[in-house]
């Protein structure tokens, strides 16, 4: 790992099984020497996101630890530091783990390799541009992903790209204004869609207050 970035070690417990987790210390961490965020988009103030705990992406692999995973491909989106990924592997799901920080990869193969876990596909992605040798997925997964006002059409273009009538969908989000647009478009699209709304007393010790948006049942829209 770079040593001009300062990180820590965190442990983290799902289901009986402790995961040690590399992250940034704080929100003040940046590292772009040969400007390849900067070419992405990705400005100073958010390029220390993706290697941050934040709420959401400590209760999405708590709920991988305990949901159905069956033999089925598994995508993960904007894995960040991979904890979600990591968890799904040591369960010996098929899961490809993505994101559109450069950075990403790196931190998630140290965290595999940190847990024992060998390897975790991981593939840099971006939304806007479609990839079809992707495929479809069984399932689908990620955390605090709406960020810009063009993010709800993005990602629900994406994953109406990647989805199969069987296919399940679960994104927690931290209660952003774009959550109740994406779901709608995600109907739009012809998804079915739930949602949980979160408190402490549910998800003891994440501090999450978020929603849990769920979709299924999707039906291509004519």
Not at 85 to 93: E, P, Q, T
Not at 173 to 193: I, V, Y
Request: proline share 6%; charged share 20%.
């Amino acid at each position: 790992m770079n040593s001009l970035l300062q990180t820590r070690i965190d442990t983290h417990h799902f289901e009986g099984v402790d995961f040690r987790i590399r992250c940034l210390v704080d929100g003040n961490q940046f590292d772009d020497p040969d400007g390849i965020a900067e070419a992405l988009g990705i400005s100073p103030a958010s390029w220390p996101f993706f290697g941050m705990l934040w709420p959401s992406g400590r209760l999405l692999p708590d709920l991988v630890s305990r949901e159905a995973l069956g033999e089925g491909r598994i995508l993960e989106l904007g894995c960040g530091l991979g904890m979600a990924s990591l968890v799904a592997n040591a369960r010996g799901a098929d899961i490809l783990a993505t994101d559109y920080h450069p950075r990403a990869e790196a931190f998630l193969h140290d965290n595999s390799s940190r847990n024992a876990l060998g390897d975790t596909p991981f593939q840099r992605l971006d939304w806007s541009v479609p990839d079809h040798s992707l495929g479809l997925f069984d399932l689908i997964i990620g955390s605090d992903l709406l960020y810009e006002p063009n993010h709800p059409e993005l990602l629900s273009g994406f994953l109406a790209r990647h989805s199969h009538a069987g296919t399940r969908v679960i994104i927690v989000d931290p209660k952003r204004r774009l959550h109740a647009k994406f779901r709608q478009r995600m109907e739009a699209h012809g998804f079915d869609s739930s949602s949980e709304a979160g408190t402490p007393a549910q998800w003891t010790g994440f501090g999450f207050k978020g929603v849990v948006q769920r979709f299924s049942g999707f039906r291509p829209s004519a």
